[in-house]
């Protein structure tokens, strides 16, 4: 096989940018030459010139281009991160939420750059509690991501001890709920009702004007995502976001991410430990 050269490198980079919106640097620091490399020779290509030209046919969907983020992306995620955002959506959030629709309108929810699925199957089993407690709560989950290795595994549901962490089990005992059975080892095969709750897409947040999907939304997650994007995409989809969600929706995001310097659109709710932006009540 022949050797990446700087140039192929840098093409690559700019390639994944525009898929994605991805900024390399940012997701893998070590190793990406010989990532790309594997994902060459996974594709029979033994030229770097003859793999771009297989990259560069992406327009909407590509499966080298896929291939390759799964393989250069890490996506850390695990059940109940950042409680206090759950807590908040049970305790406070959902109670206006659904008063205020006098229980007639089903929350919708997303969850946007969902991973394995650890996050949307976090929040089917905290609105399948709220729902326990209050019957009239209608309700529909929606989760996508760009990287169908990660929705394969999403679909199978089985979590390892990674996944499962310490918070589980306290949301667990608090909603009176099981995620599902677990084996010997420790793993968990989330079970058929909660798996059911769950619509599972594919999702590319590059392609901001095919986010339309998610028009009517009340909560949107889309933690851990935005590190990854620039300045420009992380506005367009504030300003999306904003668009999409109903008076009094809630976007979350990770721990590390904010829209302050970027969208001055939300009202920042601050709940425990969390924020939350949301879209004043009252606007349509
Ligand atoms: C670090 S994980 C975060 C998972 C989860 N949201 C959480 O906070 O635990 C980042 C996820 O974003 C996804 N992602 C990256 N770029 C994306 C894009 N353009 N569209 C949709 N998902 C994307 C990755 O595939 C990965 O699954």
New binding site residues.
Partial sequence: MMNLEKKHIDRIRELVHSY???ILERVATRNIDKKIQSQMKHFGMIKPDDYILILEEYEHDNKAMDELIAEL?V???YFF?NPDQFEYIVESLLPELYQHSNWKIPARTWSA???RG??AYSLAMTMLHFQQENPKARFSINA????SK?LGAAREAVYNKRSLREKLPLFEKQFGLKLGERNENGDCTVSDEIKSLVTLQK????NVRGLNCLAGSDIV?C???LI?FDEQLRTQLAEKFYQCLNPGGVVFL?ESECFSGISNLFELVSYKKCYAYRKPLGIR
């Fill in positions: 994605s919106g991805i992306t996506s850390e995620s991160r750059g969902c991973s650890e996050e996508g991501d760009i990287n990660n999702l590319n947040l590059k997650f933690r851990n995502v990854y990770g």
